[in-house]
């Protein structure tokens, strides 16, 4: 899976090893390593956690052996087939089972026969939920009452019903996924993760009370559902090494220098603009971003899927010079945590997921 549910399941793997419960993480060859390093400092503590390793069956949806992570897809067919993938693991995880026989078993919304396969050897099925409760009861609102449809054009706006809030949003702004009648392994993927949540024990959520109480309360008065919020799951990371490069990726700025230069920075002064790991932005439309950050004159820290080349035509001509100083350009991956921690940030610039939370 992506980075923002991959991190958090570890953490949580972490906490629930701090309270005496040994924890196992199932995970793919090439999520390994990074794996192992991020449990180590549990492990010295005397915690008992530990990884077992299964295949991913990427050739037999048509995607090159190794192709374990959904940043390496480069199209929407290869997304399509990567999530096809994932509903082919359930065999290697009954098989796990069967031989460890856990009292729980806790998997990502997007493993919706997780839920079957525990209840096959009579244990609760805790799903996890990265982004919240917010989106949790705003989707399942639109996927069940539909009020897309009583709009006569895309761009009507039109109002959620039966949530806490007023919500408005056009029928452009529903994501495929949600649509009953969509034809994708997505849309399939989502409506079934949404089917499963009713059977399964109950949820847990990266999430705080105090971030979205009216939501929190909805979910579990409205739809009746047994829910837990436990974030921010990374608090659980101590030590400054557990914040930087044990934690998915290894970081493309060093640490220290990206401290120093937030040091020198006021507080609530910096603006860290990241849209995680699988939102692809076209060069139009980061251009719109630089340019707009120049405009304004914020002070920030922009994290974009780019490698250093000798002409970068989404950023305007001598923006890093003029930003000297002002700005930092990280290509790549950033030491998130750190960075969101510092006081000298005083906004965060994401897409919807709250997975990437610190």
Not at 214 to 236: E, Q, T
Not at 240 to 264: F, P, Q, Y
Request: charged share 20%.
């Amino acid at each position: 899976m992506a980075q923002g549910h991959s991190i958090p399941l570890i953490d949580i793997a972490k906490l629930f090893a701090s309270h005496g419960v040994k924890s196992t993480l199932i995970t793919t060859p090439l999520n390994a390593p990074l794996l192992s390093k991020a449990i180590q400092s549990s492990k010295n503590l005397g915690f008992e956690i530990e990884i077992l390793v299964i295949q991913f069956p990427a050739i037999e949806v048509g995607l090159p052996q190794g192709f374990e992570i959904t940043s390496m897809a480069t199209t929407h067919e290869m997304k399509e087939k990567f999530f096809k993938a994932t509903f082919l693991l359930e065999p290697q995880i009954e098989q796990i089972l069967d031989q460890h026989r856990p009292h729980c078993l806790v998997a990502d919304s997007f493993f919706p026969w997780a839920t079957d396969v525990a209840a096959k050897f009579g244990i609760p099925r805790l799903i996890f939920h990265g982004p919240g409760f917010f989106p949790l009861c705003a989707a399942t609102i639109v996927i069940l009452k539909e009020p897309q449809k009583k709009v006569s054009s895309d761009s009507e706006v039109f109002t959620i019903p039966n949530l806490p809030v007023e919500i408005k949003m056009t029928r452009n702004q529903v994501p495929t996924m949600l649509e009953k009648n969509a034809d994708t392994i997505l849309s399939k993927l989502f409506k079934e993760s949404r089917e499963c949540e009713e059977r399964s024990y109950g949820i847990i959520v990266n999430t705080f009370y105090e971030l979205e109480p009216a939501f929190a309360d909805h979910y579990r008065k409205v739809f009746g559902r047994k829910a837990w919020h436990i974030g921010p799951v990374s608090l659980c990371n101590k030590a400054v090494g557990n914040k930087t490069e044990i934690r998915g990726m290894e970081a493309s700025l060093d640490e220290h220098e990206c401290l120093n230069w937030l040091n020198t920075k006021k507080i609530n002064s910096v603006v860290y603009i990241c849209f995680g790991s699988l939102t692809n932005f076209s060069d139009p439309q980061l251009l719109e971003i630089a340019l707009g950050l120049e405009a304004y004159g914020q002070e920030f820290i922009w994290v974009v899927k780019k490698e250093k080349k000798e002409k970068e035509e989404w950023l305007p001509e001598g923006f890093e010079q003029r930003m000297e100083g002002k700005g930092v350009i990280i290509r790549g991956w950033a030491p998130q945590v750190l960075i969101l921690e510092h006081q000298a940030i005083g906004g965060f610039v994401t897409h919807c997921g709250v997975e990437l939370y610190p």
